[in-house]
């Protein structure tokens, strides 16, 4: 198991000096945000495999890892909510301008 989460987390470090790569080669305004954010990933990632490695090592368990991932799946389904509410609201809209310039 820590031979697995080490390659893991040697293969994010690698992906992640790619991204990066990438990003800083691009024309991208919003680069240093970017940056900030694909660090930030990193450190969050990297915390969370080190309480991993402990749980598993401790209890056996990885239950952090998995309340973080169904929270982040949460997450994730709450913005395509979101989104799909703002596209219909958007669309109610248009229809009622259209409606108002006939009138």
């Given at each position: 198991n820590q031979k697995a989460i080490k390659e893991l987390s040697e293969?994010?470090?690698?992906?992640i000096k790619t991204?990066?790569?990438n990003l800083s080669e691009s024309n991208n305004p919003n680069l240093s945000r970017n940056l900030m954010?694909?660090?930030k990933d990193?450190?969050?990632?990297?915390?969370?495999?080190r309480i991993t490695i402990?749980?598993?090592k401790t209890e056996r368990t990885f239950s952090t890892l998995k309340?973080?991932?169904?929270?982040?799946?949460?997450d994730l389904q709450n913005l395509e909510t979101t989104k799909k509410k703002r596209a219909e609201i958007h669309h109610h809209v248009k229809t009622i301008e259209s409606h108002l310039?006939?009138?």
């Open positions: 293969a994010l470090r690698e992906s991204i990066s790569t954010k694909v660090e990193r450190y969050m990632l990297e915390s969370l495999l402990k749980e598993l309340t973080q991932v169904n929270t982040q799946l949460d310039k006939r009138e």
